[in-house]
C-alpha cells in the first residue's frame, strides 16, 4: 500500500484507525522501505555485529560445556593427584584411605632413540593397576585398527603414538633406546583413557611399565596417582591441600577442569575485540540514520495527520525496532551455527572428539546480549523520531537539542561496559585503547588545522584544491566523524599486517643473535659436565649457563594461590606447575628494574618478580611469596621487579632470590643456557641423548619450526579480525557517501551550472577524498607507531623492529584505495545536467 493511498484511506475512515490497524500501515510501509534497499546500509552492519557477538558467544558456551564433559569423560578416574616432586608418605596414606582403588604413575620427559632418529617424549609409566577406568585403545597393525585393552605394557615393552612412530621410523617388534635401556615397539598407542590433559597437548607421548625403568635412573617430571571413591567430599580435598599446597587435584566432584581458566581469558580477549566491532557499527549507524529515518519520519508523520494518537508512537517504534532486529539477527544466527559447526568440524582434526555443545539457554543467552547491545545503539534514534512534533516530522527534521547527548552517551556507555566486563590484562588493553585514543586526538586535531588554515597556506593558483577544502570545512562535524572512524580500522588493519608480517622474522632474527644455535633448557650438574666435554670436542661454544632450582609457589600474603582474587590468565595456570627459580646477589644484566630496588644486603630474603607476573597477579612491592623448594619452605619479599632488556643474554627467570647462594642444598641444581655448535655437531647430539635421555635440549631451527606453526595460527586469527574491520570500514565509507548524496546533488549541480566543468568536479571529488582518506591514515601511522614497540616489548620482550617506510606504504595503499572507491561512488553525481541533479537534490 503506498503513503498516498494510506493517507487517503485514513482520512476517509479515521474512526475505523485502530492499534492494530495503524501496526499494519506500518508494518507494510517499513517492509517496502526494506525491499526497495533503503535499510541495506543499517541491516548489514547489524547483521555483521550481531554475526561476531553471537558466534563470539556460541562459540565459548559450547567450549565450556565441553570442558566439563571432557573431564566427567577423560579424568580416568573419579580424582586426579599430581606432585611434581616425590611423593610424601602421608599424601600416600591420604590416597589409600580416600579410594576404594587406586593407581600410581610417573611422566617422564626423555629423548628415545632408533638407530641414527632422535625424540623428545613424554614418557608415561604405569602400575599393573593401570587402567582405573575405561580402556586403553591401541593398534597391533599400520591400519591402526583400534582394539581396547584392561592392561598396560608388559617389561620390557614400550608403545609409541603414531606420529611419535613415524618421527622415528620405527615399526612394531623395532627396539626403542632409552639410555641404557632396550624396550620393543609392542603396539601403537590411540588412546588413554585418563587423556585429561594430554588429549589437548603437543608432545609425543610413550607408555611403558614401571617395571621396566628399574635401572634407567630417572628422575619423574611429575607423579600422578589416579583414585576411585564412593565419595570424597570437597573439605576433605581442601583439607588435602592445605596439608600438601604444592599437590594439584582435578575432581569430578570439584570440576575443576585445569583449562577452563584459559578459555576464560580468551573469551575476554574476543569479548574485548567486540567494542571495537560495536565502535564501528555504531559509528554507521548514526551515519545511516542521519538520511534512513527520513522516510520512516514521512510515515509517521501523516498517520499523526491522519488522526492517530501520539500515544501509539512508542507501539510503533517498538514494533518498527523489532522488525529491523529480526530481519538482521535471524541471518546473523543462522551464519553463527553454521561458523560454529565449521569451526568443530576442523578443531576434530586436533582435538579427538571435540564437539561445541550448546543448549537453548546458550542460543537464548546470546541472542539476549545480542538485542542489548542492540536496544543502546538504536535507542537514540527511535526517540528522536517520537518527541518530535507534527510539523518538525513533516519538514523531515527533529529536535535535536533534547536528544543530541543521548545519541552520543548510549553507544559511549556501553562501550564502558564491555571494557569493563571483559578486560583481564588492563595493561595490554590500555596500550590498545590509548592507541585508538591517540589516533582519534589525532585525527581530531589535524584535520581541523588543516581544514581552518589550510586554504590560506595554499597558493592561489591551486583555486580548486582552496575550494575544495572551504567545502569541507562546511561540513565539518560529519567529515570528522567519517575520518575518524576511517582512521580508527585503518589502525587496526594495519596492526594486524604488522603482525602478521614482522612476528616470525622478528623471532628468527632474535634467537639467532642472542644466543648459541642449540637452546637448553635443563640439565644438572652431571648432565651439564656431559654437555661441557661434548662441547670442547666438537670445537662449539657455551654460550652461557644459569642455575636454577625447581620451585612451587603455593601462597601469596598467606593466601593460596588457587584462593586468590585474580583475572584467570595464562600467568596464574603457569604458576600452578614448579617454576625455575634463580638467585643473584647483583642485578643481572639482561633486566632493567622497572620498581624497587636490588638491596646489596638485607636480614630478609628478598625476591625480583617479572614484570608481567608482578601486573597479571596483582602483587605489590612488600608482598610475601611462599615458595616449597622440594619439601622446604622459603618465604621471601617482593622488593624488585624486572622486565627483560634486549641485547644481552636471553635467559629471564619469573622469580630471582637476591641471593648468591641456591635457595635449597638438599634439592638438585639445574642449569639453563645455550650453546653454540657446527652442524657436524649438531648431528652428533644423539651421543648426549643416548648418554644422558633426560637431558632437555633443542636445536633453535627445530624451535623455529614450532614457534612458526603457533605464528601461523595467530595470523590466521588476525587475519580473521582484519576481514570484519575491512567489511565495516567499507560500510562505513558508502555510509559516509550516501548520508549526504542528497546535499552533494545538489551542490555538484550548483557547481556545474555556475560554470564548472565535469572534469573540474571530478577534481574537486578528488581532492576531498584524498584529504578525508590521507589524514587518517596518516594519524593511524602516528597511533601505531606510538605504542606499538612498548606493545612488542610487553608481550614478546623484544623491541619492533618492523620497517616504518614498508607501514607508511601500507597506510598510503589502504587510503589510496579507500579514496579510489569514493570517488567512484561520487562521480556517477557528475554525469548528469546541472537541472538532473538540481530536480534530484530537491
Given at each position: 500500500?503506498?503513503?498516498?493511498?494510506?493517507?487517503?484511506?485514513?482520512?476517509?475512515?479515521?474512526?475505523?484507525?485502530?492499534?492494530?490497524?495503524?501496526?499494519?500501515?506500518?508494518?507494510?510501509?517499513?517492509?517496502?522501505?526494506?525491499?526497495?534497499?533503503?535499510?541495506?546500509?543499517?541491516?548489514?552492519?547489524?547483521?555483521?555485529?550481531?554475526?561476531?557477538?553471537?558466534?563470539?558467544?556460541?562459540?565459548?558456551?559450547?567450549?565450556?560445556?565441553?570442558?566439563?564433559?571432557?573431564?566427567?569423560?577423560?579424568?580416568?578416574?573419579?580424582?586426579?593427584?599430581?606432585?611434581?616432586?616425590?611423593?610424601?608418605?602421608?599424601?600416600?596414606?591420604?590416597?589409600r584411605t580416600h579410594s576404594r582403588a587406586y593407581s600410581l604413575q610417573s611422566q617422564y620427559h626423555v629423548t628415545v632413540s632408533h638407530g641414527e632418529r632422535h625424540q623428545q617424549v613424554l614418557l608415561k609409566a604405569v602400575d599393573n593397576d593401570y587402567p582405573l577406568q575405561g580402556d586403553i585403545h591401541i593398534s597391533l597393525s599400520k591400519g591402526l585398527n583400534t582394539k581396547p585393552v584392561q592392561t598396560g605394557?608388559?617389561?620390557?615393552?614400550?608403545?609409541?603414538?603414531?606420529?611419535?612412530?613415524?618421527?622415528?621410523?620405527?615399526?612394531?617388534?623395532?627396539?626403542?633406546?632409552?639410555?641404557?635401556?632396550?624396550?620393543?615397539?609392542?603396539?601403537?598407542?590411540?588412546?588413554?583413557?585418563?587423556?585429561?590433559?594430554?588429549?589437548?597437548?603437543?608432545?609425543?607421548?610413550?607408555?611403558?611399565?614401571?617395571?621396566?625403568?628399574?635401572?634407567?635412573?630417572?628422575?619423574?617430571?611429575?607423579?600422578?596417582?589416579?583414585?576411585?571413591?564412593?565419595?570424597?567430599?570437597?573439605?576433605?580435598?581442601?583439607?588435602?591441600?592445605?596439608?600438601?599446597?604444592?599437590?594439584?587435584?582435578?575432581?569430578?566432584?570439584?570440576?575443576?577442569?585445569?583449562?577452563?581458566?584459559?578459555?576464560?581469558?580468551?573469551?575476554?580477549?574476543?569479548?574485548?575485540?567486540?567494542?571495537?566491532?560495536?565502535?564501528?557499527?555504531?559509528?554507521?549507524?548514526?551515519?545511516?540514520?542521519?538520511?534512513?529515518?527520513?522516510?520512516?519520519?514521512?510515515?509517521?508523520?501523516?498517520?499523526?495527520?491522519?488522526?492517530?494518537?501520539?500515544?501509539?508512537?512508542?507501539?510503533?517504534?517498538?514494533?518498527?525496532?523489532?522488525?529491523?532486529?529480526?530481519?538482521?539477527?535471524?541471518?546473523?544466527?543462522?551464519?553463527?551455527?553454521?561458523?560454529?559447526?565449521?569451526?568443530?568440524?576442523?578443531?576434530?582434526?586436533?582435538?579427538?572428539?571435540?564437539?561445541?555443545?550448546?543448549?537453548?539457554?546458550?542460543?537464548?543467552?546470546?541472542?539476549?546480549?545480542?538485542?542489548?547491545?542492540?536496544?543502546?545503539?538504536?535507542?537514540?534514534?527511535?526517540?528522536?523520531?517520537?518527541?518530535?512534533?507534527?510539523?518538525?516530522?513533516?519538514?523531515?527534521?527533529?529536535?535535536?537539542?533534547?536528544?543530541?547527548?543521548?545519541?552520543?552517551?548510549?553507544?559511549?556507555?556501553?562501550?564502558?561496559?564491555?571494557?569493563?566486563?571483559?578486560?583481564?590484562?588492563?595493561?595490554?588493553?590500555?596500550?590498545?585503547?590509548?592507541?585508538?585514543?591517540?589516533?582519534?586526538?589525532?585525527?581530531?586535531?589535524?584535520?581541523?588545522?588543516?581544514?581552518?588554515?589550510?586554504?590560506?597556506?595554499?597558493?592561489?593558483?591551486?583555486t580548486l584544491a582552496r575550494f575544495g577544502v572551504l567545502l569541507l570545512r562546511k561540513r565539518m562535524s560529519v567529515k570528522l566523524v567519517q575520518m575518524t572512524a576511517l582512521g580508527l580500522s585503518v589502525t587496526l588493519l594495519l596492526l594486524c599486517i604488522s603482525m602478521g608480517r614482522d612476528v616470525t622474522n622478528m623471532l628468527e632474527l632474535y634467537l639467532y643473535q642472542n644466543q648459541g644455535n642449540v637452546f637448553?633448557?635443563?640439565?644438572?650438574?652431571?648432565?651439564?659436565?656431559?654437555?661441557?666435554?661434548?662441547?670442547?670436542?666438537?670445537?662449539?661454544?657455551?654460550?652461557?649457563?644459569?642455575?636454577?632450582?625447581?620451585?612451587?609457589?603455593?601462597?601469596?600474603?598467606?593466601?593460596?594461590?588457587?584462593?586468590?582474587?585474580?583475572?584467570?590468565?595464562?600467568?596464574?595456570?603457569?604458576?600452578?606447575?614448579?617454576?625455575?627459580?634463580?638467585?643473584?646477589?647483583?642485578?643481572?644484566?639482561?633486566?632493567?628494574?622497572?620498581?624497587?630496588?636490588?638491596?646489596?644486603?638485607?636480614?630478609?630474603?628478598?625476591?625480583?618478580?617479572?614484570?608481567?607476573?608482578?601486573?597479571?597477579?596483582?602483587?605489590?612491592?612488600?608482598?610475601?611469596?611462599?615458595?616449597?623448594?622440594?619439601?622446604?619452605?622459603?618465604?621471601?619479599?617482593?622488593?624488585?621487579?624486572?622486565?627483560?632488556?634486549?641485547?644481552?643474554?636471553?635467559?629471564?627467570?619469573?622469580?630471582?632470590?637476591?641471593?648468591?647462594?641456591?635457595?635449597?642444598?638438599?634439592?638438585?641444581?639445574?642449569?639453563?643456557?645455550?650453546?653454540?655448535?657446527?652442524?657436524?655437531?649438531?648431528?652428533?647430539?644423539?651421543?648426549?641423548?643416548?648418554?644422558?635421555?633426560?637431558?632437555?635440549?633443542?636445536?633453535?631451527?627445530?624451535?623455529?619450526?614450532?614457534?612458526?606453526?603457533?605464528?601461523?595460527?595467530?595470523?590466521?586469527?588476525?587475519?580473521?579480525?582484519?576481514?570484519?574491520?575491512?567489511?565495516?570500514?567499507?560500510?562505513?565509507?558508502?555510509?559516509?557517501?550516501?548520508?549526504?548524496?542528497?546535499?552533494?546533488?545538489?551542490?555538484?549541480?550548483?557547481?556545474?551550472?555556475?560554470?564548472?566543468?565535469?572534469?573540474?568536479?571530478?577534481?574537486?571529488?578528488?581532492?576531498?577524498?584524498?584529504?578525508?582518506?590521507?589524514?587518517?591514515?596518516?594519524?593511524?601511522?602516528?597511533?601505531?607507531?606510538?605504542?606499538?614497540?612498548?606493545?612488542?616489548?610487553?608481550?614478546?620482550?623484544?623491541?619492533?623492529?618492523?620497517?616504518?617506510?614498508?607501514?607508511?606504504?601500507?597506510?598510503?595503499?589502504?587510503?589510496?584505495?579507500?579514496?579510489?572507491?569514493?570517488?567512484?561512488?561520487?562521480?556517477?553525481?557528475?554525469?548528469?545536467?546541472?537541472?538532473?541533479?538540481?530536480?534530484?537534490?530537491?
Amino acid at each position: 500500500m503506498s503513503l498516498a493511498r494510506t493517507s487517503r484511506c485514513g482520512s476517509e475512515y479515521p474512526h475505523t484507525l485502530t492499534p492494530y490497524n495503524a501496526l499494519i500501515v506500518f508494518t507494510g510501509v517499513l517492509w517496502r522501505q526494506v525491499l526497495q534497499g533503503k535499510y541495506w546500509l543499517t541491516l548489514c552492519a547489524l547483521c555483521l555485529l550481531f554475526f561476531y557477538l553471537l558466534f563470539s558467544s556460541l562459540l565459548g558456551q559450547g567450549i565450556e560445556r565441553f570442558l566439563a564433559h571432557n573431564l566427567q569423560a577423560t579424568l580416568g578416574a573419579d580424582t586426579q593427584v599430581t606432585v611434581r616432586r616425590d611423593w610424601q608418605q602421608s599424601e600416600l596414606e591420604w590416597i589409600r584411605t580416600h579410594s576404594r582403588a587406586y593407581s600410581l604413575q610417573s611422566q617422564y620427559h626423555v629423548t628415545v632413540s632408533h638407530g641414527e632418529r632422535h625424540q623428545q617424549v613424554l614418557l608415561k609409566a604405569v602400575d599393573n593397576d593401570y587402567p582405573l577406568q575405561g580402556d586403553i585403545h591401541i593398534s597391533l597393525s599400520k591400519g591402526l585398527n583400534t582394539k581396547p585393552v584392561q592392561t598396560g605394557p608388559q617389561p620390557g615393552e614400550i608403545w609409541l603414538e603414531p606420529r611419535l612412530a613415524a618421527a622415528l621410523a620405527a615399526e612394531l617388534g623395532d627396539t626403542i633406546t632409552l639410555g641404557e635401556t632396550q624396550l620393543r615397539v609392542a603396539a601403537l598407542l590411540l588412546l588413554e583413557p585418563d587423556r585429561v590433559l594430554e588429549g589437548l597437548g603437543s608432545d609425543m607421548r610413550a607408555m611403558v611399565s614401571e617395571s621396566s625403568l628399574g635401572a634407567a635412573k630417572l628422575t619423574p617430571h611429575l607423579n600422578r596417582a589416579l583414585m576411585l571413591h564412593n565419595a570424597l567430599s570437597k573439605s576433605s580435598i581442601t583439607q588435602f591441600q592445605s596439608a600438601s599446597p604444592t599437590a594439584q587435584v582435578i575432581s569430578k566432584s570439584l570440576n575443576n577442569y585445569p583449562l577452563a581458566k584459559v578459555w576464560a581469558r580468551v573469551q575476554n580477549f574476543l569479548g574485548l575485540l567486540s567494542m571495537i566491532i560495536v565502535l564501528l557499527s555504531v559509528l554507521i549507524l548514526w551515519l545511516c540514520s542521519q538520511v534512513q529515518t527520513q522516510p520512516l519520519k514521512k510515515s509517521v508523520s501523516v498517520m499523526l495527520a491522519c488522526g492517530m494518537p501520539r500515544k501509539w508512537l512508542s507501539l510503533l517504534a517498538i514494533h518498527g525496532g523489532v522488525m529491523l532486529l529480526l530481519l538482521s539477527l535471524l541471518p546473523a544466527l543462522v551464519l553463527a551455527l553454521l561458523a560454529g559447526y565449521g569451526v568443530s568440524h576442523l578443531a576434530q582434526g586436533y582435538i579427538e572428539g571435540f564437539a561445541l555443545q550448546w543448549q537453548w539457554q546458550d542460543l537464548l543467552a546470546a541472542c539476549t546480549l545480542a538485542v542489548t547491545v542492540y536496544f543502546f545503539i538504536a535507542l537514540p534514534v527511535w526517540l528522536s523520531l517520537l518527541q518530535g512534533d507534527i510539523r518538525l516530522l513533516l519538514a523531515q527534521r527533529t529536535e535535536q537539542g533534547r536528544w543530541h547527548w543521548l545519541a552520543m552517551l548510549s553507544p559511549a556507555a556501553l562501550l564502558a561496559a564491555l571494557v569493563l566486563y571483559y578486560t583481564d590484562n588492563w595493561l595490554l588493553s590500555g596500550m590498545l585503547l590509548g592507541g585508538l585514543g591517540i589516533c582519534v586526538l589525532l585525527v581530531l586535531v589535524i584535520t581541523w588545522l588543516v581544514l581552518r588554515f589550510g586554504a590560506h597556506l595554499m597558493p592561489k593558483s591551486w583555486t580548486l584544491a582552496r575550494f575544495g577544502v572551504l567545502l569541507l570545512r562546511k561540513r565539518m562535524s560529519v567529515k570528522l566523524v567519517q575520518m575518524t572512524a576511517l582512521g580508527l580500522s585503518v589502525t587496526l588493519l594495519l596492526l594486524c599486517i604488522s603482525m602478521g608480517r614482522d612476528v616470525t622474522n622478528m623471532l628468527e632474527l632474535y634467537l639467532y643473535q642472542n644466543q648459541g644455535n642449540v637452546f637448553v633448557s635443563r640439565a644438572d650438574d652431571e648432565q651439564k659436565n656431559a654437555l661441557v666435554s661434548f662441547v670442547a670436542r666438537h670445537q662449539g661454544s657455551i654460550k652461557e649457563m644459569k642455575p636454577f632450582q625447581l620451585a612451587q609457589v603455593t601462597h601469596i600474603n598467606g593466601t593460596a594461590l588457587q584462593e586468590r582474587d585474580v583475572q584467570p590468565s595464562d600467568t596464574q595456570r603457569r604458576l600452578m606447575q614448579p617454576v625455575n627459580l634463580h638467585w643473584r646477589a647483583q642485578t643481572p644484566d639482561n633486566v632493567r628494574i622497572t620498581e624497587g630496588t636490588w638491596p646489596v644486603s638485607s636480614s630478609r630474603v628478598g625476591v625480583s618478580v617479572d614484570h608481567e607476573v608482578f601486573v597479571e597477579m596483582a602483587l605489590a612491592l612488600g608482598d610475601t611469596v611462599r615458595f616449597f623448594v622440594g619439601n622446604e619452605a622459603i618465604e621471601a619479599r617482593i622488593t624488585a621487579v624486572h622486565q627483560f632488556k634486549p641485547g644481552g643474554s636471553s635467559v629471564t627467570f619469573w622469580f630471582v632470590l637476591q641471593q648468591n647462594r641456591a635457595p635449597s642444598l638438599p634439592e638438585p641444581i639445574y642449569h639453563m643456557g645455550s650453546i653454540a655448535l657446527d652442524a657436524q655437531g649438531v648431528e652428533a647430539i644423539g651421543e648426549l641423548w643416548r648418554a644422558h635421555p633426560q637431558l632437555r635440549l633443542v636445536t633453535v631451527d627445530t624451535l623455529l619450526d614450532k614457534i612458526r606453526t603457533q605464528v601461523q595460527a595467530l595470523i590466521g586469527l588476525v587475519i580473521s579480525y582484519g576481514v570484519f574491520i575491512a567489511l565495516l570500514s567499507n560500510l562505513l565509507m558508502v555510509a559516509a557517501v550516501q548520508t549526504h548524496m542528497k546535499k552533494d546533488q545538489v551542490r555538484n549541480g550548483l557547481l556545474l551550472s555556475f560554470g564548472l566543468s565535469p572534469a573540474q568536479g571530478l577534481k574537486i571529488l578528488t581532492i576531498e577524498w584524498l584529504i578525508v582518506t590521507i589524514i587518517p591514515a596518516l594519524c593511524a601511522l602516528g597511533a601505531i607507531y606510538s605504542f606499538i614497540d612498548a606493545f612488542y616489548r610487553q608481550n614478546l620482550a623484544m623491541s619492533y623492529p618492523g620497517s616504518v617506510l614498508l607501514m607508511f606504504a601500507h597506510a598510503l595503499a589502504i587510503a589510496l584505495v579507500v579514496a579510489i572507491s569514493g570517488i567512484l561512488l561520487s562521480r556517477k553525481q557528475l554525469c548528469q545536467s546541472s537541472m538532473g541533479l538540481l530536480k534530484e537534490g530537491v
